[in-house]
């Protein structure tokens, strides 16, 4: 079956560590996102891109970074920049552009040691 | 400011009974109005998607109705279940954004037995 796989589903980190967040979909999609959620809100997009090398801040990039060397693949960087890093962290996919709907992972859940 | 608001108490309601739920937003014009479905701990699962043109859009016991004057979108669960329980979260497909969406915060439906 088609799909989107985030791993690990629960990750914690120490002070002034860096952990990267896994993201690999066989949909076929070009485009990917990141996004946060923390309880009680929305999801906030950190970065998204439409095409393999190529990727864009969203509106919470501080503190993250990501590659795009794959089109299957997307990985997230939480790094020690990031001060308020604990949150619910989910990957996305879709057809690039307008009128798409966006295919989701089950999510990671990051905590601070 | 730019916001997008869904109701932000949890609706309870009686198994059999319509659920309706709101999305309402202020300083967009979205070409897009999707709604997903969130269960604890999972990504969310796409439902379903209108067009600023279309003023209702039905799939089975769902129906979303999207008013771009009021700008509000409802969406209604009809004879509800105790299995349509979760956190409905609405978003908007900006013109010009290149697919990327704008999220609201959610309302958690609970249906009672």
């Known amino acids: 079956d088609g799909g989107i796989t985030q791993s690990p589903k629960y990750l914690f980190r120490k002070e002034g560590q860096n952990v990267t967040l896994s993201c690999e979909q066989n949909?076929?999609?070009?485009?990917m996102y990141w996004y946060r959620q923390d309880p009680g809100q929305g999801l906030r997009l950190i970065y998204y891109?439409?095409?393999?090398?190529?990727?864009q801040k969203g509106d919470i990039a501080e503190g993250y970074s990501v590659s795009r060397e794959k089109k299957e693949s997307f990985p997230l960087t939480v790094t020690s920049a990031q001060k308020n890093p604990t949150a619910f962290y989910l990957c996305?996919?879709?057809?690039?552009?307008?009128?798409?709907?966006?295919?989701f992972g089950d999510g990671t859940r990051l905590s601070i040691l | 400011s730019q916001k997008i608001e869904q109701n932000s108490e949890a609706l309870n309601i009686q198994e059999g009974k319509t659920a309706t739920l709101t999305c309402n937003y202020t300083?967009?014009?979205?070409?897009?109005l999707q709604w997903y479905r969130q269960d604890p701990g999972r990504g969310p699962v796409f439902l379903l998607l209108?067009?600023?043109?279309?003023k209702e859009k039905r799939k089975e016991r769902l129906k979303v109705t999207f008013d771009t004057t009021l700008k509000q979108s409802l969406f209604h669960i009809t004879a509800s279940q105790p299995a349509d329980s979760a956190t409905y979260l609405c978003?908007?497909?900006?013109?010009?954004?290149?697919?990327?969406?704008?999220f609201g915060q959610g309302t958690e439906l609970s249906v009672k037995p």
């Open positions: 891109s439409q095409i393999v090398n190529d990727f």
């Open positions: 209108i067009r600023e043109n279309e």
């Open positions: 949909l076929n999609h070009d485009a």
């Open positions: 996305a996919s879709s057809i690039p552009g307008p009128n798409q709907p966006q295919h």
């Open positions: 978003a908007l497909d900006i013109y010009n954004q290149g697919g990327k969406l704008i």
């Open positions: 300083n967009y014009s979205p070409a897009y």
